[in-house]
Nanobody, 116 residues
Framework: QVQLVESGGGLVQPGGSLRLSCVAS????????MAWYRQPPGKARDMVAV????????NYAATVKGRFTISRDDAKNTAFLQMNSLKPEATAVYYC?????????WGQGTLVTVSS
C-alpha cells in the first residue's frame, strides 16, 4: 500500500518560513519524481516545485522561484519544501506527488496559512 504523508503546515506571518515534509512508503522512492502542488481556497491545484530522481533537475513555479527550495532525502524516503519569505497568497493546501511513468500518488495535503 502506497502512502504519502505531508507535515509541517501551519500558521505563519508574512515574511516567515516553513518547511514541509512528505514521507513516502510502499514505493521505491529513489525512482520517483517528487513534486509539490498547492491549492488555494476556491482555486485550482497548481505545481509549485518538482525534483527528479537523483535530485539534479529542479523546476519551480515562477511565483516561488528564489524563495522556495525543493529537496529530497532518498535514504529517508522524504521530500521537502523549504518556503521562505512567505506571502499571504501562499495560503493553500500543499500536496505532495510521487510520479513514475503511469504511476502517480498523492498525499492528503497539509494546510499553510500566511496571515498576520
Amino acid at each position: 500500500q502506497v502512502q504519502l504523508v505531508e507535515s509541517g503546515g501551519g500558521l505563519v506571518q508574512p515574511g516567515g518560513s516553513l518547511r514541509l515534509s512528505c514521507v513516502a512508503s510502499g514505493i521505491t522512492f529513489s525512482s520517483y519524481t517528487m513534486a509539490w502542488y498547492r491549492q488555494p481556497p476556491g482555486k485550482a491545484r497548481d505545481m509549485v516545485a518538482v525534483i527528479n530522481p537523483g535530485g539534479l533537475t529542479l523546476n519551480y513555479a515562477a511565483t516561488v522561484k528564489g524563495r522556495f527550495t525543493i529537496s529530497r532525502d532518498d535514504a529517508k524516503n522524504t521530500a521537502f519544501l523549504q518556503m521562505n519569505s512567505l506571502k499571504p497568497e501562499a495560503t493553500a493546501v500543499y500536496y505532495c506527488e510521487a510520479a513514475l511513468a503511469w504511476d502517480e500518488y498523492w498525499g492528503q495535503g497539509t494546510l499553510v496559512t500566511v496571515s498576520s
